[in-house]
C-alpha cells in the first residue's frame, strides 16, 4: 500500500513557483540502527531528488533546512535498502517537528508526533493506522478511518495526497474527492495533486454524484444555468453541428423531448461549436425546439464540455430532479428506457 503511494507521487507530482523561504524540519528519531542516516528526498520532474542527509545525534535527534518555492512535497526515507517512508508536505516559512520511531520488526517509520503544520497533523493520523492494515476487516476500518479524516482535514493540502488512497474506489468514494477539491481548488489552483483530483471528477463523473453547474449564454446572449433546470428530469446534451454521429442521434433526442417534456423532462444542450451560424442552422433544420440551447463558440474548450471532462461527441449526462447524475451516454432505447424509468418514479 505504501509503495503504490509513493508510485503515485512520484508520477504525478511537480514543483516551482513563488519566492523561498528558508524553514525547518526537525525532530527526533527513536529505534534507529547504528550508521544510518535519515535522507530527505523532494519530488522534482517526476523523479525523488536527495536533497539533504542527516546524520542522527545520539539523543535520536535530526534537523533539515529547505526553501520550498510554494507548499512542497518530500519524502523521508532511511539510507538502507527498502528503507520505509514518510510524507512530508512543508510550506514556505513553515518550521515543522516531526517525531518518528523505527520498528525493524514491521520495516516501518511510525510518526509519533508533530508540531507547526496542520498538513502533518492529519498525515500523523493516516501513519498511525497503516500497521492496522493486516487483514480485510482492518483494511475495511481503515479507508473509513482514513475518510472522516480527510474529511475533517479537507482544507488541508496533505488531504489531496491522501484522498489518492482511494483512487482504485473512486467509484465509491467521488463524493470525498469532490470535498476535497472543492476546498482547495481556489487556493491552490495549480498543485498537482488538487489539479489531478479536479480531472479526476471531471473525466469520471459517476452516477449518484451532484452534478457540476452550467452556466453559459444562449444564441440571444440570456445565461441559463443548468441548475435553474432543478426540479426537473435532464438531459444534458454535449454535440455540434459538424459532428456526423450528433447529428443522426438527433432525431431520437427530439423524439424523447417530445414523449416526455410534458412530464418534467428537460433538455439544456451544450454545442462545441465554433460558428454560430453554423450552430443555430443545425438548431433549426435538426428542429431541436427546447429553449436551452447555449454554447461560448470555444469549441473543444468550452467551460462546459471541460465541467465534464467532454473529449468526444455526441457525450451525454441523464441528471435526475435532485441535480444527481443517473447515467452517462446513454442513446437510443438505452436512453428512452432510463428516462421512462425516472420519470415514472
Known sequence: MKKLIVSFVIVLF????????????????????????????EVVANKLVTVDSSTVAANGAYAFHVQPQKPS???????????????????????????????????????????????????????????AGQDEAAQWNMKVNVSEMVTEYSDCLMSAF???????????????????????????????????????????????????????????????????????????DFW?????????????????YNQYHNQGFEIYSVSLDKSKDAWLNAIKADGLVWENHVSDLNGWTSTGGRAYGISSVPATVLIDRDGKIVARNLRGSDLANKLREIINK
Open 14 to 41: 511537480g514543483l516551482g513557483g513563488l519566492m523561498a523561504q528558508n524553514v525547518a524540519l526537525r525532530g527526533t528519531i527513536t529505534g534507529l540502527p547504528a550508521n544510518l542516516k535519515l535522507m530527505l528526498r
Open 73 to 131: 512535497f518530500y519524502v523521508l526515507e532511511l539510507s538502507m535498502q527498502k528503507s520505509p517512508n514518510v510524507h512530508v508536505i512543508v510550506q514556505p516559512g513553515e518550521n515543522v517537528t516531526l517525531n518518528l520511531r523505527y520498528t525493524p520488526s514491521w520495516n516501518h517509520l511510525r510518526v509519533t508526533g508533530t508540531k507547526g503544520s496542520r498538513n502533518m497533523e492529519l498525515y500523523h493520523k493516516f501513519n498511525n493506522l497503516i500497521p
Open 162 to 236: 491522501l484522498v489518492t488512497f482511494f483512487e482504485e474506489d473512486f467509484a465509491e468514494y467521488g463524493g470525498l474527492y469532490k470535498i476535497v477539491r472543492d476546498k482547495l481548488i481556489d487556493k491552490y489552483p495549480d498543485n498537482d495533486f488538487v489539479r489531478h483530483i479536479d480531472d479526476k471528477l471531471r473525466t469520471n463523473l459517476v452516477p449518484g454524484m451532484d452534478a457540476p453547474d452550467i452556466a453559459m449564454k444562449d444564441p440571444t446572449g440570456k445565461e441559463r444555468k443548468l441548475s435553474d433546470l432543478r426540479g426537473k428530469v435532464v438531459l444534458l
Open 240 to 256: 455540434a453541428s459538424w459532428c456526423g454521429p450528433c447529428r443522426k442521434e438527433n432525431p431520437n433526442v427530439v423524439k424523447i
